[in-house]
């Protein structure tokens, strides 16, 4: 046997004690191992940034023996010893072995001297060991696991490529062939397989290697001159290297065994069913057996012959012996079928077994209790009628019977009470030894009146004088000490598991409050946390302020929550305490929490941190809204006066527009001062627009210092430069109108007074009605055509309202078309003569051509189907000219 390997599979991590020996390796196994050994602790080493050249140098201080086991393990070890000296570098090196140990590794002949010496088959021992515990012990394949799991993955996965058989880790893969298929079975386009040839390893192996090496980051372990050049390569080199492959393509194992688990759900499945088919049959049948057999029990027909008694206990006994225990195991199946197939549902989620009527486990047990109870009657009956011929003999057999069933019971009894399974147990495992314990218990005190019975049976035997009474005695004494021995350890055992059960009760009430207490203070760190790292956004100072404030209250409360941090690690310290005073051994972590210690205290530290940014990202903030308040104040000073002088220029020039003080002219003159004073005003508003620049670039939003925005100002200058404009453009047209229409200054006034007094709303409009009380007044008498006709001369966009322009507009019309309207119409009487029509021929010849053109124009649509042809009528011409309602 190989020195390296372990006697048994589920042994598979103790090294054999060859190692105590002179251990004769090969040579060239020996330096196989030696770089196989150094590439897979280099391939860990180099995630903690570091590597070894020499093996049995490099690990004689055990500082890089500790770093290696810390990162293959993901555990801390002890702090090393940094010193030179060589009880320094063998602490370090116990402290790596002890490690291992803890592991549930055990160490043969391997001692911290030798590893401190660079014993070199020592060395690698010990990496061999390491590689076998945390690189090959967890591989578990198809219910097998280490040595026998990788060999049979390899199987599994080179089975379907030719020239590959893997039977072993030495021979089987010299031709290089092995490490070509599992590559190419998971990463197929990195290797071509089909120009692999198996008289050439050598290429095989290279390539395999090299691939490995440059796209799965398997380091180059092995040479390939070394395997070839070697009959039979080293075991443990080939699996060291295996195994990285194996790792490497776990993920596609776990997808295998993703599937088969589904093809068990699937079996399982099946299973159930068939239980189900089998459960049903087997009741069937059971209870029809035990129909048939009641009957037959029942039947209480003496005999008058002891040979037909005889008979009928020979028949009795065959029916014990033959046809009961079958029937008995079948019930017993049954059973454990239907607990199993509940089991089984009830595992699988689905709903439990209901069988069919009549044949439920009760019932069954009811008719079984009926059977045993007329079995039991039948006995008793049998017995009586022979027990005057065959007492002693009877007595003799029953004693030996009882001893044999009492002796078989208490086989193993007291190997099973002087366990000591509790000391590696945990709670739940606890409760459950309690409670198997406690069944035990009833167990045992079921059995005092077997004991009590043989000890009856002994006696009498001795009264009646049974010739073999010395060995029925000595019989009898065994059983009633080994008895009084299973009291005592029964006694004990209950004494050792309540006392570790107080203990781990202990631990786990110390766990379920570090767990209550540790969830919320985690919660809130990592809302602390949450709220540090939050970004804000603030328009006000007071909004900074209440920031402020919160994070001030905040602060006040980290003392209190680093009490209860320093609380909750002390439930933890108080749980490490109890565990090495009372040596326990604990089987895994807080079972209600995976929060840990090192996690509170880093996140704690992390909200220490955050604080003080917190701090100088508020200050910073509180500086940037003094400013913006500064900012809104000088706006909104300028804006509050600014804003009412634009507003009391609008109504001034409103009153100029209305009042009538002096004539149009002067009217006018006033406005342009008005103008100039209001354009001067123009650098107080360009100053104000560079103040809101300025809070524009700040992002500020808001302002209440002022209800003035920069929008309504510009709107409201824009409004006072247009309505200025507008109303110097109106009093100019007023003008114009005046001395075109020839009106008076005093017609002006009355016009002026009339639509002031009907203005109601003092806006410088009449609406309709307004318009319509106002020509009332003035002595119109309309209907509503002709007020529509009115409507829209003076509103032709049918706005609903009048202006004073378009008032005028049509109050100088009025005076001046009714004049000339009749002068026009009698000029058209004198040339028309007695015919009342004038022709086209006249119109060109008493008119300029132009003005000719014109009014032929004007005639045609109005040209009715009773005119005279190439003339107009005095209808048609004036209709053409005024329209219907100036005839």
């Keep these: 046997m190989d020195p390296y390997d372990s006697q048994q599979t589920n042994d598979y991590m103790q090294p054999e004690d060859d190692w105590d020996r002179d251990l004769l390796l090969d040579p060239a196994w020996e330096k196989q191992q030696r770089k196989t050994f150094t590439a897979w602790c280099n391939s860990h080493l180099r995630k903690a940034g570091t590597q070894i050249e020499n093996i049995e140098e490099d690990f004689r201080d055990g500082l890089k023996l500790m770093l290696l086991l810390e990162v293959i393990s993901g555990e801390r070890l002890a702090k090393p010893e940094r010193g030179k000296m060589r009880v320094h570098k063998i602490s370090n090196v116990n402290k790596a072995l002890d490690f291992i140990a803890s592991k549930g590794v055990k160490l043969v002949s391997i001692g911290a001297e030798e590893i401190v010496d660079g014993n070199v088959k020592m060395t690698l021992g010990m990496i061999w060991t390491i590689i076998l515990r945390f690189a090959i012990q967890d591989i578990s394949v198809e219910e097998t696991s280490a040595k026998e799991g990788l060999l049979l993955w390899c199987q599994r996965k080179t089975a379907p490529y030719k020239n590959v058989n893997i039977q072993n880790f030495h021979i089987s893969w010299k031709d290089g062939l092995g490490f070509c298929a599992l590559i190419h079975r998971h990463r197929p386009e990195l290797i071509d397989y089909g120009k692999l040839r198996k008289d050439d390893p050598l290429t095989n192996l290279n390539t395999a290697f090299d691939v490995a090496e440059k796209y799965l980051d398997i380091p180059k372990m092995l040479d390939a001159e070394d395997i070839i050049g070697t009959l039979r390569p080293d075991e443990k080199a080939i699996m060291t290297y295996v195994s990285c492959y194996y790792h490497a393509f776990s993920g596609a194992q776990k997808a295998e065994t993703a599937a088969n688990r589904i093809c068990k759900v699937l079996a399982v499945n099946q299973e159930n069913e068939q239980l189900m088919e089998d459960y049903e049959k087997l009741a069937s049948d059971l209870l029809e057996w035990i129909r048939r057999t009641i009957p037959w029990l029942e039947n209480r027909a003496p005999e008058n012959t002891m040979q037909a008694m005889q008979q009928k206990l020979e028949d009795f006994r065959d029916y014990r012996r033959l046809h009961k225990p079958p029937k008995v195991q079948e019930k017993c199946q049954l059973e454990i079928n239907f607990n199993t197939l509940q089991t089984k549902l009830r595992l699988s989620n689905r709903p439990a077994f209901m069988p069919s009527e009549g044949k439920m486990v009760s019932d069954i047990n009811n008719a079984w209790a009926g059977l045993e109870q007329a079995e039991k009657g039948y006995e008793e009956w049998l017995l009586n009628e022979i027990r005057r011929l065959e007492r002693l003999d009877h007595l003799a057999e029953k004693f030996r019977q009882k001893a044999s069933i009492h002796e078989s019971w208490t086989d193993g009894k007291e190997a099973m009470l002087q366990q000591k399974d509790y000391e590696t147990a945990t709670l739940s495992e606890i409760k459950a030894l309690l409670k198997k314990h406690e069944a035990f218990e009833s167990d045992l005190a079921a059995h005092q009146d077997r004991v009590e019975q043989i000890a009856a049976i002994a006696q009498e035997l001795n009264e009646l004088d049974y010739y073999d009474s010395p060995s029925v005695n000595a019989r009898c004494q065994k059983i009633c000490d080994q008895w009084d021995n299973l009291g005592a350890l029964t006694q004990k055992r209950r004494e050792a598991l309540e006392r570790t059960e107080k203990l781990l009760e202990t631990i786990d009430q110390l766990y379920l409050e570090y767990a209550k207490r540790a969830a919320p203070f985690n919660n809130w760190m990592e809302g602390a946390m949450e709220d540090l790292q939050d970004t804000f956004i603030v328009h006000t100072i007071e909004e900074i302020q209440g920031l402020t404030t919160a994070h001030e209250q905040f602060k006040a409360t980290l003392p209190d929550a680093d009490k209860e941090r320093q609380a909750i690690l002390g439930i933890h310290n108080e749980v490490s305490k109890i565990v090495q005073t009372y040596h326990v051994n604990m089987a895994g972590t807080n079972p209600y929490t995976t929060i840990t210690p090192q996690e509170i205290n880093g996140k704690w530290d992390h909200v220490r941190q955050l604080v003080p940014r917190r701090d100088q990202a508020l200050m910073e903030e509180h500086a940037r809204q003094q400013h913006n308040e500064r900012l809104r104040k000088q706006f909104g000073a300028q804006a509050n006066v600014i804003g009412p002088w634009i507003q009391t220029k609008m109504e001034e020039i409103g009153r100029i527009s209305i009042e009538m003080h002096g004539t149009l002219e002067d009217q006018l003159n006033h406005l342009r001062q008005y103008e100039k004073s209001i354009v001067n005003y123009k650098p107080k508003i360009d100053q104000l627009e560079g103040d809101h620049q300025q809070i524009q670039e700040a992002l500020i939003f808001d302002n209440k210092h002022t209800n003035y925005t920069m929008e309504h100002i510009r709107v409201g200058w824009e409004q006072l430069l247009t309505t200025i404009a507008r109303t110097i453009n109106e009093v100019e047209n007023q003008i114009l109108t005046r001395d075109a229409k020839g009106i008076s200054q005093e017609q002006m006034n009355e016009f002026r007074a009339s639509f002031n007094h009907f203005d109601r709303k003092k806006t410088g409009m009449m609406d309709s009605e307004d318009f319509r009380a106002c020509l009332i007044s003035m002595g119109y008498n309309m209907g509503e055509a002709e007020f529509a006709r009115i409507m829209s001369i003076v509103d032709p966009n049918r706005l609903g309202v009048v202006t004073f322009q378009a008032f005028i507009d049509f109050m100088s019309r009025e005076t001046?078309?009714?004049?000339?309207?009749?002068?026009?119409?009698?000029?058209?009487?004198?040339?028309?003569?007695?015919?009342?029509?004038?022709?086209?021929?006249?119109?060109?010849?008493?008119?300029?051509?132009?003005?000719?053109?014109?009014?032929?124009?004007?005639?045609?649509?109005?040209?009715?189907?009773?005119?005279?042809?190439?003339?107009?009528d005095y209808m048609s011409f004036s209709t053409a000219l005024y329209g219907e309602s100036d005839l």
């Design 816 to 872: 001046a078309d009714t004049d000339t309207a009749d002068q026009v119409m009698a000029s058209f009487k004198i040339l028309a003569g007695d015919k009342n029509y004038i022709t086209v021929d006249e119109l060109r010849r008493e008119l300029p051509p132009d003005q000719a053109e014109y009014c032929i124009a004007r005639m045609a649509p109005y040209h009715g189907p009773n005119a005279v042809p190439g003339a107009l």
